[in-house]
């Protein structure tokens, strides 16, 4: 199954989202996280990948295009933590083919859960990885700008709900963002400066925070079935 996560704006927390997503997926079975906006090692304190994976990253298996061979995404596989494995964007540049995109969203779909890091740009080859997705879900600050962004965006339509990435003292609430994109809100994450120290620190996959473990397991839990539709 294929849970694809995207933003409408950068630096909404839509990276950090995907892998707490992942860590509490590869707590109960087997899961992988694909990375599209190549943040993920970081994120996760592993060294640099580029001598482990040369030319075998994800932009070289989208650059491949159709032919690509799914063995491919075995083969560039690096492990985070037991159950977890992260297939890294690598060296090469972004292609740009949504046709490429969606051929990888459906060769992800497969193999228990993928949490696929869409990220923030209007990569096409992202977009058409989240057409394809069994669920598409849009990672949001619920913040004026980023709704405007988001309501004229592609990847709305293919989406099935919101995650909202919270800060302290917003004027709009979930409520708002839900009527504003016609979406349910399906997950809640908090801003806070203890999850930003561990993400700036590199310890994440070691040490995830209650405030990141707890809404990203609610919402593994809402995905009611392997299709990726939500608990009613
Ligand atoms: N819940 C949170 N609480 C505090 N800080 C956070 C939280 N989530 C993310 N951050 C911080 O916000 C910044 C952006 O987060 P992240 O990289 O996940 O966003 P993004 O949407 O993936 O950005 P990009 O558009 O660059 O891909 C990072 O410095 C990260 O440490
Ligand atoms: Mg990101």
């Known amino acids: 199954m294929l849970l694809a996560l995207w933003s409408p704006k950068g630096g909404s927390g839509t990276s950090v989202v995907a892998a707490s997503i992942a860590l509490v997926a590869a707590g109960r079975a087997e899961a992988r996280l694909a ?3 190549g943040d993920q090692p970081a994120i996760l ?7 482990a994976v040369p030319g075998r990253g994800l932009s070289a298996w989208l650059a491949a295009g ?3 061979p799914t063995e491919w995404l075995d083969a560039m596989a690096v492990p985070v933590v037991p159950r977890l494995s992260l297939l890294p964007l690598g060296d090469d540049a972004p292609p740009g083919a949504p046709e490429a995109g969606a051929a990888l969203g459906v060769a992800l779909r497969d193999n228990g859960l993928t949490v696929l890091d869409a990220g923030a740009g209007p990569s096409p080859a992202a977009r058409g990885a989240v057409e394809v997705a069994d669920t598409a879900l849009m990672v949001i600050r619920p913040c004026y700008l980023a709704l405007r962004r988001a309501v004229v965006d592609p990847r ?6 919101a995650i909202l ?3 302290p003292g917003r004027a709009l609430d979930a409520s ?3 009527a504003v994109l016609g979406l349910p809100v399906v997950g809640r994450f908090p ?3 203890d999850v930003a120290r561990v993400v700036d620190a590199g310890v994440l996959r070691d040490r995830l925070p209650a405030p990141l473990a707890s809404p990203a397991a609610l919402l593994l839990d809402g995905l009611a079935d392997a299709r990726g539709r ?3």
Request: aromatic share 4%; charged share 15%.
């Open 230 to 232: 939500w608990a009613a």
């Open 176 to 178: 708002d963002v839900a």
């Open 156 to 161: 709305l339509g293919p989406s099935s709900g």
């Open 66 to 68: 159709a032919s690509a």
């Open 191 to 193: 801003v806070r400066a």
């Open 165 to 167: 990435v919270e800060e």
């Open 45 to 51: 304190g592993l060294p640099p990948l580029s001598t």
């Open 35 to 37: 990375d599209l906006g």
